[in-house]
């Protein structure tokens, strides 16, 4: 839904006029004053394309919402919408729903109401089907909307898209004919499938790079491109960095351990040896030994060769400890 929404967007805002043709007919009263995009900065209130419209001294905002099928929930939403602007602009302020899919819908809902305990209140918004302009279309009356005409049809038939391409050659503004034919390819691929489309337009695809909707989409996908591989460089760098974080910390744990492990070993062994040639060992005694790092343990093995009482051992460690880090 997405690109037929950005669709429906650009063509508004390369004719804005043909929206107020669609809905008050070619020989309305209703002049256009401007394109506008005031929005209200919640991102589900936003409301692009807004076409400021005046009849006689009366001025008032119409905003359109494309529906591919109904969805009665975002009723409330275009209310919203409604009313928001309409206290932002201080001025009267109305969604048209454009439905663009007749399918096998039963109904096309365009209003909603809260009812509680007799209480109720209601809101109503103007509903278009497009299928039921199909005629004025087709005749070039609204020939802005035939980038839409596969999506009016429950069976559209690949023919239909020869009578677009001759309704597009008869557009005479250069850049509104390119920019329609984008819009119609698009809409129409997802329709008919894209080798089938590509096939039918091979010729009219190579103008299609300098167009303001190909530029705009190219502009688009860029930029959700870039948010998406960030989003996944993030997640797969997390990954990684758990996992080589995981590797190096039993890496570190498994060293930290080993040389615990061996430390502890030396200890029993040389404690064993001192008690066997000193006697019971005094407390003191027992924390140095407990403080002393592997080498240091090491060296104090080797010392005891030349250690023959208590005495020189407190000295040793008193002193040796200190001469054996230097070394």
């Excluded at 209310?79 to 439905?99: C, D, F, M, R, S």
């Excluded at 909603?112 to 070039?140: C, D, M, T």
């Excluded at 009219?204 to 190219?218: F, H, N, R, Y």
Aim: charge should be negative.
């Amino acid at each position: 839904m997405q690109e037929i929404d950005h669709a429906i967007k650009v063509t508004i805002t390369l004719k804005p006029d043909c929206l107020l043709d669609l809905i008050f007919g070619s020989q309305r009263l209703v002049k256009l004053k401007e394109l506008t995009d005031a929005q209200i900065n919640i991102p589900e209130l936003r409301a692009d394309k807004m076409l400021l419209v005046e009849e006689g001294e009366k001025q008032y905002y119409i905003l359109c919402e494309a529906m591919l099928q109904p969805d009665a929930s975002a009723l409330p939403i275009f209310a919203l919408k409604a009313l928001g602007h309409q206290y932002l602009l201080n001025k009267p302020t109305l969604v048209v729903i454009v439905y663009l899919t007749k399918g096998d819908y039963a109904t096309f809902p365009d209003s909603f109401e809260n009812s509680v305990r007799g209480l109720s209140n209601q809101f109503k918004l103007q509903r278009i089907l497009l299928w039921e302009h199909i005629h004025r279309i087709l005749n070039g009356e609204l020939k802005e909307f035939l980038p839409f005409l596969a999506l009016l049809y429950e069976q559209p038939d690949p023919s239909l898209m020869d009578e677009q391409k001759n309704l597009l050659s008869q557009i005479t503004d250069p850049k509104l004919q390119a920019d329609l034919l984008t819009t119609t390819i698009i809409v129409n691929i997802r329709t008919f499938g894209r080798e089938v489309v590509l096939a039918k337009f091979k010729k009219e695809v190579i103008m299609l790079k300098d167009t303001s909707l190909v530029q705009g989409w190219i502009t688009e996908g860029r930029q959700e491109g870039w948010q998406e591989g960030q989003k996944e460089g993030w997640q797969e760098g997390q990954k990684e960095g758990w996992q080589e974080g995981q590797k190096e910390g039993w890496q570190e744990g498994q060293k930290e351990g080993w040389q615990k492990g061996q430390k502890e070993g030396k200890l029993v062994v040389l404690e064993s040896i001192l008690i066997q040639k000193f006697g019971a060992l005094a407390p003191s005694v027992l924390l140095k030994l407990q403080s002393l790092g592997n080498e240091q343990l090491d060296r104090l093995t080797l010392a005891l060769l030349n250690i023959s009482s208590r005495e020189e051992l407190q000295t040793w460690l008193a002193n040796g400890v200190n001469d054996s880090a230097k070394n």
